[in-house]
């Protein structure tokens, strides 16, 4: 029975980021997401800190603008799923089939996310294409651990938007509105160091903001021991799946109660 229920889930996600790596290779906003973006973010972002005299940051700027177009890409698509299926008539369906909706987005988002490691490497090119920057990374198989974990982590907290997302009709118009937030809130766009004191703990709970760390470090090379980093990002991802479950089987109750998603 445990072997069975296995292989069911191990097909529905399967099924799911198929279908969405489909759908995204079709889809003219993800590209523009994935390929455009990316470039035009780096040249802002890099460009801020080279002609600011900071010639430093420009490294760190790189990472950041790529973990803006993962997050931007995932949060995005995640809107852009719910919006689809319901658009569609098919969210309803989904909800009263045997398989969970949740086991759905949850494929559809590492899709997306997996998909979304192209704008990282779009990051790069950009920096040393635009800029001339001397970027390489030092220490690769931290790097690629970091961004590993980053993108499952980052997947989870997609999917708590993508419960909240089922509520409402307006995904696209949230999602352009919590995309800046998360930027700013997680370093990406500028230094931790400039923001207020009290959005530090903001700042803590968010994936983004110790992605940024640990690419950049492992990057330069100025890492020291990252196991602490990766134990901090598995525990938000952690956090993020039980955030997302209690928000489903809540938003699963008001469907059920109300025998209708129509009046959302």
């Known amino acids: 029975m445990k072997m069975a229920n296995f292989r069911s889930t191990f097909r529905i996600l399967r099924n799911s980021v198929i279908l969405q790596m489909k759908s995204n290779v079709i889809s003219s906003d993800f590209i523009s997401t994935?390929?455009?973006?990316?470039?035009i973010f780096?040249?802002?972002?890099?460009?801020?800190?080279?002609?600011?005299?900071?010639?430093?940051?420009?490294l760190f700027a790189i990472t950041g603008t790529g973990l803006i177009a993962i997050w931007n890409n995932n949060l995005f698509t995640s809107g852009e799923i719910i919006r689809g299926e319901r658009r569609t008539g098919t969210l309803s369906l989904i909800m009263a089939t045997p398989s969970s909706l949740l086991l759905i987005l949850l494929g559809k988002s590492f899709a997306n996310a997996i998909t979304s490691v192209f704008a990282m490497g779009i990051t790069f090119l950009t920096g040393m294409l635009a800029f001339?920057?001397?970027?390489?990374?030092?220490?690769?198989?931290?790097f690629l651990i970091g961004l590993i974990l980053i993108i499952v982590s980052i997947t989870c907290l997609g999917l708590v938007f993508g419960s909240l997302f089922i509520l409402t009709r307006n995904a696209g118009e949230f999602v352009s509105v919590a995309n800046f937030p998360v930027y700013i809130l997680s370093g990406l766009s500028i230094p931790l160091t400039l923001l207020p004191l009290w959005t530090r703990p903001l700042s803590q709970f968010l994936t983004p903001t110790w992605g940024n760390i640990i690419l950049n470090e492992a990057a330069s090379g100025s890492g020291g021991n990252m196991l602490p980093n990766y134990l901090v990002i598995v525990g938000?991802?952690?956090?993020?799946?039980?955030?997302?479950?209690?928000?489903?089987?809540?938003?699963?109750?008001?469907a059920l109660r109300a025998g209708t998603l129509e009046q959302w």
């Open 34 to 39: 994935l390929f455009i973006q990316p470039v």
């Open 236 to 254: 938000l991802s952690i956090i993020y799946l039980v955030i997302a479950r209690i928000l489903y089987k809540r938003v699963e109750y008001l």
């Open 132 to 142: 001339h920057l001397p970027i390489g990374i030092s220490n690769p198989l931290a």
């Open 42 to 58: 780096t040249i802002i972002s890099v460009g801020t800190y080279l002609y600011g005299n900071k010639p430093d940051f420009g």
